[in-house]
């Protein structure tokens, strides 16, 4: 058996990045993929000072800051994504892939999305 590759660390918190994708966000903003617990807590940190939960506060949740810069995670997602795969980035070039598969923020378009799966394999 060869020896396992290193993985690498959460930039916000410095634990090793779990494998299972479901359980890491890439944040198009920075171009960091960070774990989902720091994703939650920093949603959970926008909630902090609301009573309730309600609609308003269903919309922070969905809308919170990128745990690692702080900026708007969801403005500009798709041209953010592709700046980064134009530079070799991977992880952008699966979200782009995952973006034109499901028709969210761009025009679906199937062979668009299979070539940026593409991409990303070779990347």
Same mark, same amino acid.
């Given at each position: 058996?060869?020896? =396992? &590759? ?14 299972? !994708? %479901?359980?890491? +966000? ?34 922070? =949740? &969905? ?14 997602? !798709? %041209?953010?994504? +592709? ?14 892939a995952h ?16 070539g940026w ?7």
């Amino acid at each position: 058996f060869s020896p =396992l &590759e290193e993985r690498e660390d959460c930039p916000v918190c410095f634990v090793t990045l779990p494998l299972a !994708s %479901d359980d890491l +966000e890439f944040n198009a903003c920075c171009g960091q993929v960070v774990c989902k617990a720091c994703s939650f807590l920093q949603s959970v940190h926008e909630l902090k000072n609301m009573a309730t939960i309600d609609d308003r506060s269903m919309k922070i =949740l &969905e809308n919170s800051p990128c745990a690692f810069c702080r900026s708007d995670r969801w403005q500009n997602f !798709s %041209d953010k994504c +592709e700046r980064l795969a134009d530079k070799g980035n991977a992880e952008a070039m699966v979200a782009l892939a995952h973006e034109y598969l499901s028709g969210h923020h761009v025009t679906k378009d199937e062979l668009s999305a299979l070539g940026w799966c593409v991409s990303a394999a070779e990347a």
